[in-house]
């Protein structure tokens, strides 16, 4: 245990030294301009196609109404809209404060090391937004590049935006970026940062090549479709989205069985509605396999619950509430994580889960107020850069903000909690202790010592 103490001490030492203060996220944001005659047009599209859709066809499910609105390749809310920062529909945690990335980037090299320094290091990103977290990580790497020697890190994006490929191009590899040939390639995007780490762009992750890596999810899999199904007197039955006789959207609840009310639920739910994303389900498989195969670890942040919330899907416009079937397209949609679900999807893969862990614990626990008093110490002359620190700290770790909304999930290989191997036993009538020393632990999920 103090060897590992001793080991994150020295990675966030190493960062503490580093104390600059960058200028506030919301100055660094780009907008996407488009005059609101022609937003209209588009949300009027998509209200067209879904209304033709659903008298085509019938009721559609509430995951395909998500997937439909938020990543239809012509009217798509992720398609056509910026939708991150102070001027968006929401904000993240990376661009409230670089401290967040930072962190992360020590969780990243702890991990490195606790799987024994393998000479590759994938650092895998599903829905980066605009990069600025694994801009922050990869600072903290370029920090500690002497703990990492010659290890090849390589940086792999997952997104299925063109737009925010664009930006995100923008941050990590300024104009070191190039679009394939073809849009059929695995690779979309390539290029390579100013330190000269490689970095490629891919809208799924099956094309990510294989090898040691290390996953970060953070506010990805709210966002991915989910089932909703009501328990009823003749069973559970699924919720969906048909139109009324003047074409307005509503919730109907389809009298009987689907496929999928007859097989996403849990035989030991006890809830009386309930969300199901089996696309979040799927990926968490995915990333199991690999990090059983291959090594590695994923941390998944996200606001949720641990299997005890019910009806959570809801749309984001303009930082506020905005109702999930008014102007489809116009508004993010989301569903709190059910991390009990992705645990159980996990374990079925052989994979240790440790968490869900609240953000503001987890963030204690990495050491973030070590790391903000050394900001604060390198802006003592500036009001307006401490304030907006200490603002951001509260945000980040505050109960009413943050702090307890959003969670942590680690999936690990089951041999990285497993003990060392055993030294050699000692010669034949000597009588040794056997000092084997622990597992080390995991960043972030267990306490730091900073004395």
Request: charged share 20%.
């Amino acid at each position: 245990m103090m060897i590992a103490l001793t080991r994150i001490h020295g990675l966030s030492r190493a960062l503490g030294s580093f104390s600059s203060l960058r200028g506030c996220r919301a100055a660094q944001h780009v907008m996407y301009l488009s005059s609101s005659q022609e937003d209209s047009k588009t949300h009027a599209r998509m209200l067209r196609h879904l209304v033709t859709k659903i008298k085509s066809t019938g009721p559609i499910s509430v995951a395909e109404y998500m997937r439909e609105v938020l990543t239809n390749p012509v009217t798509g809310y992720y398609v056509n809209n910026d939708m991150l920062g102070p001027d968006g529909d929401f904000i993240t945690s990376p661009e409230i404060s670089q401290v967040f990335g930072e962190l992360l980037g020590v969780w990243c090299v702890s991990e490195w090391m606790g799987a024994g320094r393998p000479g590759i290091l994938q650092l895998v990103e599903f829905g980066p937004g605009r990069g600025s977290l694994m801009n922050d990580v990869l600072r903290v790497l370029g920090q500690l590049r002497s703990a990492l020697g010659r290890t090849e890190v390589s940086v792999h994006l997952v997104e299925v935006s063109p737009r925010l490929s664009q930006v995100q191009a923008g941050l990590l590899t300024g104009e070191q970026s190039r679009p394939a040939a073809s849009e059929d390639q695995a690779v979309y995007r390539h290029g390579a940062t100013p330190a000269g780490v490689p970095v490629s762009w891919y809208r799924h992750l099956d094309d990510v090549p294989r090898g040691f890596s290390l996953f970060l999810a953070h506010e990805f899999f709210d966002a991915l479709p989910v089932h909703k199904f009501q328990r009823t007197p003749r069973g559970w039955r699924e919720v969906m989205v048909d139109v009324d006789p003047e074409d307005r959207l509503r919730f109907v609840i389809i009298p009987a069985p689907t496929l999928a009310s007859s097989t996403l639920i849990q035989v030991d739910e006890r809830r009386d509605h309930v969300e199901v994303c089996p696309g979040g389900g799927v990926i968490v498989q995915q990333l199991a396999n690999r990090i059983a195969e291959d090594g590695g670890a994923a941390l998944i942040a996200d606001y949720g619950h641990d299997g005890t919330k019910t009806d959570t899907f809801r749309g984001f416009k303009g930082h506020r509430l905005h109702p999930v079937l008014e102007a489809p397209g116009s508004a993010d949609l989301t569903a709190d994580v059910d991390f009990s679900y992705l645990r159980k999807m996990a374990a079925r893969r052989g994979v240790a889960c440790l968490g869900p862990l609240p953000q503001r614990d987890f963030l204690k626990n990495m050491g973030v107020d070590t790391r903000m008093q050394v900001l604060l110490s390198a802006c003592k002359d500036d009001p307006p850069a401490r304030a907006q620190l200490l603002h951001s700290y509260e945000l980040l770790t505050g109960p009413a903000h943050m702090g307890l909304r959003f969670h942590f999930l680690c999936l690990l290989a089951q041999s990285r909690l497993a003990p060392p191997p055993a030294t050699p036993r000692p010669p034949q009538g000597l009588k040794m202790e056997d000092k084997r020393p622990a597992p080390l632990p995991v960043a972030g999920f267990s306490e730091l010592s900073f004395s």
